[in-house]
């Protein structure tokens, strides 16, 4: 997914806009000597910008536009120290909602939906961002906010709401809320919208089925606008993006160099139109790959696969990057074996061995089972891992999903 000369004028504009502004990248852009790209090969060698640097810009340093044109900021959650504010000019709040309102559309939604919005309103893009797609659709918004069930499921049966925006583990609350109160027949949901943090099949399989309704992932991210770049299709996982607006590149997190279509890496963002807050090779940290080839809906926007984890997450074993949601989707492919796991990665005679323990009964066959892991394992990831069978409950049980993981190379 090579970028386009369109794409290559675009990105010069942003890099004039940033060196003129001297806001932090336009001052790491001088520094380098860089006052344009020609090719694919320049855009290629252009510094990264990370979250740390976004930090450093504290309070408004990334401002690139002029103070008379920002009409609004966001900030992204300072859990780990320093906040990172992002300005909007009026033309980046409605080109976020132009986004919007294409995902909207692209998960079948219309004007005559009813929109209920339980994400957060406030510094955050979520909420408001579901909420200007909407307008911007015309269809109805309910615009919730988070919590208070009793009211929500109250809303959405004297409102008739037939779109759900929410967080996965909110949907599976007001589904299992529905069930249990025996209100499903007043419920007039359709489709949901949910924000793409990583949930498992299983979560989503309980939520459709529970709800009865067509899920849809959205993407997006405080620092690129907020929820709204990229959706799936209806019938497919992967998420269209929308390359008018963004360019996306997939890099291999330990080394920064592109990988090819269709490989696992870190997910890069560059704005292509962004006024208030331009980001040149933004590192989301997020892990995904491109799917290469047309989508079946006919939609030429390009496709992400779904989020599959953070680079934080990753493994080198035998020179191949495996990240640990590789190994579980596999896990939870065999109905066998229960959903603890353990990963064991040591390094002997000069070898690297990842070894999985799962669990399983008694009743199972359990050579023949190893070996039928290995090899889908094998087939996902490149390489054979020794599979050991364990008996149901011997594994710990853990909360942390990382504890699964231990790598006995560096002891
Ligand atoms: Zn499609």
């Known amino acids: 997914m090579q970028i386009s000369e369109k794409q290559i004028e675009l990105v010069n504009d942003r890099i004039q806009a940033l060196v003129k502004a001297g806001s932090f990248y336009g001052k790491k852009l001088k520094e380098a000597g860089i006052t344009g790209i020609h090719s694919a090969e320049d855009f290629e060698k252009l510094p990264f910008s990370e979250k740390s640097d976004l930090r450093e810009a504290y309070p408004l340093g990334l401002m690139t536009a002029p103070e008379e044109e920002i009409v609004r900021i966001h900030s992204s959650s300072g859990t780990t120290g320093t906040p990172v504010i992002i300005p909007y000019t009026a033309k980046d709040v409605d080109d976020w909602a132009i986004m919007f309102k294409r995902c909207y559309e692209t998960a079948g939604i219309t004007n005559m939906d009813r929109i209920q919005i339980t994400p957060g309103y406030g510094l955050w893009t979520a909420g408001i961002g579901f909420q200007n797609g909407a307008e911007k659709l015309g269809a109805m918004v309910i615009p919730m906010g988070p919590g208070n069930t009793d009211k929500q499921l109250q809303m959405m049966q004297d409102m008739k709401s037939t ?181 064991r990665i040591s390094h002997l005679d000069g070898k690297d061995t990842m070894r999985i323990y799962v669990e399983a009964s008694g009743d199972h066959d359990w050579a023949s089972l190893s070996s039928r892991i290995a090899e889908k394992v094998k087939s996902r990831i490149g390489f054979t891992p020794i599979v050991k069978i364990v008996e149901i409950g011997v594994l710990p049980r853990s909360m942390k999903k990382t504890a699964r993981v231990i790598d006995e190379r560096y002891d």
């Open 163 to 343: 779109v759900l925006c929410s967080t996965s583990s909110y949907a599976l609350l007001l589904a299992e809320e529905i069930e249990k109160r025996g209100i499903k027949d007043k419920i007039h949901l359709k489709k949901g919208v949910i924000g793409s943090e990583r949930w498992s099949d299983k979560m989503r399989e309980r939520i459709h089925n529970e709800l009865g309704i067509e899920l849809f992932d959205i993407y997006g991210l405080t620092e690129i606008y907020g929820p709204g770049i990229g959706i799936n299709c209806p019938g497919e996982t992967a998420m269209h993006y929308w390359d008018d607006f963004l360019y996306l590149e997939i890099i291999d997190p330990a080394t920064g160099k592109n990988v090819p279509d269709g490989e696992i890496g870190e997910i890069v963002i560059t704005t292509l139109v962004k006024e208030g807050a331009p980001l040149i090779r933004y590192r989301t940290h997020d892990l995904s790959r491109i799917v290469p080839g047309k989508c079946k809906c006919g939609r030429c926007y390009p496709r992400i696969d779904v989020i599959m984890g953070r680079t934080d997450d990753m493994m080198k074993i035998k020179g191949v990057n495996v990240f640990p949601s590789q190994i579980e989707e596999v896990i939870g492919s065999f109905d066998e074996i229960s959903s603890e796991y353990q990963i």
